[in-house]
Nanobody
Framework: VQLVESGGGLVQPGGSLRLSCAAS????????IGWHRQAPGREREGVSC????????FYTEAVKGRFTISRDKAKNTVFLQMKNLKVEDTGVYYC?????????????????WGQGTLVNVSS
């Protein structure tokens, strides 16, 4: 059971990136999947989540209207499309089987986390 993130990199403010979270050992359509980020010197925070039931989506206020989470069942992958990136979006982005929204959280013994991918928004 594994999650692997990819797609991070260096981008200028106003630019876009698409992060991928590829799952192995389980099907992403049977779990809620969340994205989190940790900026330098700050605690990790939930960014977005897509629920197992009805594909409901949630976003932290700071990214609403700029980020879109989606799920590709055929690729067993969850994506985070990020547009109009800001310097404050810089951080390591993680995907997980849990996130701090109703319908997205699981008991700790069921949590699976990826290793993270670095997003650096800088001019």
């Amino acid at each position: 059971v594994q999650l692997v993130e990819s797609g991070g990199g260096l981008v200028q403010p106003g630019g876009s990136l698409r992060l991928s979270c590829a799952a192995s050992g389980f099907s992403v359509d049977l779990w809620a999947i969340g994205w989190h980020r940790q900026a330098p010197g700050r605690e990790r925070e939930g960014v977005s989540c897509i629920t197992m039931v009805n594909d409901n989506t949630f976003y932290t206020e700071a990214v609403k209207g700029r980020f879109t989470i989606s799920r590709d069942k055929a690729k067993n992958t969850v994506f985070l499309q990020m547009k109009n990136l800001k310097v404050e979006d810089t951080g390591v982005y993680y995907c997980s089987t849990t996130a701090p929204w109703t319908g997205c959280s699981v008991p700790s013994h069921l949590e699976v986390w990826g290793q993270g991918t670095l997003v650096n928004v800088s001019s």
